[in-house]
């Protein structure tokens, strides 16, 4: 399925060289005291109908406790985005780094808990052995590719956080509620890869 990612890397190279307007973030909201760079790998299955790998976090953990994330992690000393999001995934997913096909590392995202996030696209193989660490992923499924990028598909919700209305965008998938952070990079991304404008299929 080198398909997808030929596609994938040329629509992203699209977007990327070109203005796509205001994406989403939560930098007004962030915690300027407690600030880490970290990095995230959106891992999509070279499969028909692509899929993206998607966690959920245990309820036991201290930042974001419960959601739906993509494997990823803070930086360590010395890494760049890239090397962490390597390396999360095989830590978390026991995803091999040889068997990841990278795209690019997208728009980054300033969270409101002081996290400054570097999504990065890449391509897996559809039949790869997942094997989640119990410490880091309560459990894990796909999601299609299309209903990420799907605009339809994502419901508008507003919040009062830290004094101010923060909107957000969250989405149910077979039981999983994406939302929060997860929903603003899928979101970005779907403006700068326009996948469903070129869809052929």
Same mark, same amino acid.
């Given at each position: 399925?080198?398909?997808?990612? *030929?596609?994938?890397?040329?629509?992203?190279? =699209?977007? =990327?060289?070109?203005? @796509?307007?205001?994406?989403?973030? *939560?930098?007004?909201? $962030?915690? +300027?005291? %407690?600030?880490?760079?970290?990095?995230?790998?959106?891992?999509? !299955?070279? %499969? $028909?109908?692509? !899929? &993206? +790998?998607?966690?959920?976090?245990?309820?036991?953990?201290?930042?974001?406790?419960?959601?739906?994330?993509?494997?990823?992690?803070?930086?360590?000393?010395?890494?760049?985005? &890239?090397?962490?999001?390597?390396?999360?995934?095989?830590?978390?997913?026991?995803?091999?780094?040889?068997? @990841?096909?990278?795209?690019? !590392?997208?728009?980054?995202?300033?969270?409101?808990?002081?996290? *400054?996030?570097?999504?990065?696209?890449?391509?897996?193989? =559809?039949?790869?052995?997942? %094997?989640? *660490?119990?410490?880091? &992923?309560?459990?894990?499924?796909?999601?299609?590719?299309?209903?990420?990028?799907?605009?339809?598909?994502?419901?508008?919700?507003? &919040?009062?956080?830290?004094? $101010?209305?923060?909107? /957000?965008?969250?989405?149910?998938?077979?039981? /999983?509620?994406?939302?929060?952070?997860?929903?603003?990079?899928?979101?970005?991304?779907?403006?700068?890869?326009?996948?469903?404008?070129? =869809?052929?299929?």
């Amino acid at each position: 399925m080198s398909g997808i990612f *030929d596609r994938l890397k040329q629509l992203f190279d =699209h977007g =990327h060289a070109r203005d @796509v307007g205001e994406l989403m973030s *939560d930098a007004r909201f $962030a915690d +300027l005291d %407690r600030t880490a760079d970290a990095a995230v790998l959106i891992a999509v !299955t070279e %499969r $028909a109908n692509p !899929t &993206v +790998l998607l966690t959920q976090r245990p309820r036991t953990m201290r930042d974001h406790p419960g959601q739906v994330a993509f494997p990823g992690g803070k930086l360590d000393d010395g890494e760049d985005a &890239v090397e962490a999001a390597l390396r999360e995934a095989w830590e978390e997913l026991a995803i091999p780094r040889e068997h @990841v096909r990278l795209i690019g !590392t997208t728009d980054r995202y300033q969270t409101g808990t002081g996290f *400054d996030i570097t999504p990065v696209l890449a391509t897996v193989p =559809h039949d790869l052995p997942i %094997r989640p *660490d119990p410490r880091e &992923v309560e459990s894990w499924f796909e999601c299609p590719l299309d209903k990420l990028m799907d605009a339809s598909q994502w419901e508008r919700n507003e &919040v009062f956080w830290k004094g $101010a209305m923060r909107e /957000y965008l969250e989405m149910d998938h077979e039981g /999983y509620r994406i939302w929060g952070v997860t929903a603003a990079i899928c979101w970005n991304l779907s403006r700068r890869i326009a996948w469903l404008d070129r =869809h052929d299929g």
